[in-house]
């Protein structure tokens, strides 16, 4: 099958992601003809960057669990559904996302953080000794104070601009691929990540350094 | 607190990048995978609802025939349950006569009907109250007020044969004997009485009839259960009247008659 005729619809920014994108729908192929246990290996592929995506949109790991556990659990039901117009990742996404989304306006009011320790070995260290000069316990204190003030601003903005921002600072997805996640065209994502930024750098100009 | 620094910049990229390391452990990816396959498991077993399968059947561009299908049953059903829509029935509210006495019932309709005659023939049906009593109406079933006037009038025009024939007995007598019509009949019900108090009694009946129907009944039926001829004081030469015609007729079979106020008695 040629795959680059598939993807035609979605604009997949690079190589990589166009193997990528080729890969799972190998696997993707081999679930639809039978092959369950090959969902698993999708599973493992995505399941931290899918959890990534809801924890940040939630700020809640107990909620962001189970809405992962959710979106794996439909894509396994609509597997068969998948044509190949998108990539799986996006169409993983969009699920992820929609889930979330409905989770967010079904419990509103009900908003409250449960955040994941802050895993240095996989920070920049650059970033985190610009940030602070202590030492010791006094830094693991404002790493965790960071760490409150940058998931409190999250929250304050909208679900689509949480959405937006997660999506292209956090996940790394290109505008189009955010557009094509949330269902809006690129200018809307981009009008929507300017004001996130604008917001974000208001809320937390105690930190910034210019 | 963040140091002064000018040379160090963190903006606000920075910051968000930041929140990539925040990433469960491994313990919480074994977990997640048990609970995970648990759910997978509930999933494939728990029966999964109708309108979960709506999207595949609309992705099989089922929709068309199924839209119009739809379609064509809404516009069924709207006509036809706007084009034979039933009329709102008003209920008939008014109060239905209580009947105390069956016999009430009964007379109702001949005094009803002999009423009606007499007040269409005054001169003729007034002077026979046999004929009053007696004229066959038409059985009219009296529901309330609305009803019982064009009943009333209906019953006016009719005139039956026997009706007639009593009549005019009643006018050959009382031209022949109108004594004896007098006598029979009462002074108080002589031919201008009656007419006035059939007179009388129709317009109250019509009076009542409008008013109240209960009301009209009860004195319907008083006149009919009122005796037209009340007891009858005969005067002394048509009391020897009688008894010279009874002389006569029974012949020597009697051996004595005496008339004694108003009995008569015979030996024989």
Redesign the interface.
């Known amino acids: 099958m040629n795959l680059t005729k598939v993807f035609t619809k979605t604009a997949i920014t690079t190589p990589e992601r166009q193997q990528e994108a080729d890969a799972d729908l190998v696997v993707v192929r081999q679930v639809q003809a039978g092959d369950v246990a090959a969902f698993d290996r999708l ?1 493992v592929k995505y ?2 960057r899918v ?2 995506v809801v ?2 949109l939630t700020a809640n ?1 107990e909620d962001a ?1 189970d809405l ?3 979106t ?2 439909k894509a ?2 609509a597997i068969n ?1 998948f044509q190949g117009n998108c990539s799986f990742f996006t169409w993983l996404y969009k699920i992820a996302v929609n889930t979330t989304l409905g989770h967010l306006r079904k419990n509103r009011l009900r908003s409250f953080f449960s ?6 070995d ?3 260290t650059e ?7 202590k030492r010791g316990a006094d830094r693991d204190t ?1 790493l965790r104070e ?2 409150e003030k ?1 998931n409190e601003a999250l929250q304050k903005l909208s679900i689509p601009h949480r959405t937006v ?1 997660t999506l292209f ?2 996940d790394g997805l290109s505008h189009s691929e955010i557009a094509e996640v949330v269902g809006c065209s690129e200018g809307t994502v981009r009008s929507r990540l300017h004001y996130a ?1 604008q917001f ?2 208001g809320e ?1 100009g ?5 | 607190m963040p140091s002064a620094d000018p040379k160090s910049k963190v903006s606000i990229e920075d910051l968000l990048r930041l929140k990539r390391a925040e990433r469960p452990g491994p313990e919480f990816w074994a977990n997640f995978e048990r609970e995970l396959h648990q759910k997978q498991l509930t999933a494939l077993v728990k029966k999964r609802r109708w309108w979960h399968d709506m999207p595949v059947l609309l992705g099989r561009r089922l929709y068309l025939p199924a839209g119009a299908a739809a379609v064509v049953a809404f516009t069924f059903v709207a006509v036809r349950y706007t084009a034979t829509a039933p009329m709102a029935e008003i209920p008939n509210t008014a109060s239905r006569i209580a009947t105390a006495d069956p016999a009430i019932e009964t007379l109702a309709p001949t005094v009803v009907g002999s009423l009606a005659i007499e007040s269409t023939q005054p001169k003729q049906q007034h002077q026979d109250p046999v004929a009053v009593a007696s004229t066959p109406a038409p059985a009219v079933e009296v529901r309330d007020t609305a009803e019982l006037m064009p009943a009333i009038l209906a019953a006016r025009e009719v005139e039956t044969p026997s009706a007639r024939s009593i009549a005019a007995n009643l006018q050959r007598l009382e031209q022949s004997e109108p004594e004896l019509v007098n006598s029979v009949m009462g002074s108080r019900l002589s031919t201008p009485a009656r007419v006035q108090t059939v007179a009388s009694v129709e317009s109250d009946m019509e009076r009542s009839a409008v008013s109240d129907s209960g009301k009209k009944y009860r004195l319907i039926a008083r006149y009919a259960d009122r005796a037209l001829s009340p007891e009858p004081s005969a005067p002394a030469n048509v009391r020897d009247r009688i008894a010279r015609r009874l002389g006569d007729d029974l012949g020597e079979g009697i051996s004595r008659i005496g008339v004694v106020g108003s009995r008569v008695s015979l030996k024989f």
């Open positions: 599973i399941r931290e959890f990534g924890y940040n790991r669990s992962t556990q959710d794996f659990i396994f039901q559904r955040l994941e320790k802050l895993n240095e996989g920070t920049n970033v985190l000794e610009q940030l602070t000069d404002y960071l760490q940058l921002i600072e956090i930024k974000l750098q937390l105690k930190y910034l350094r210019t």
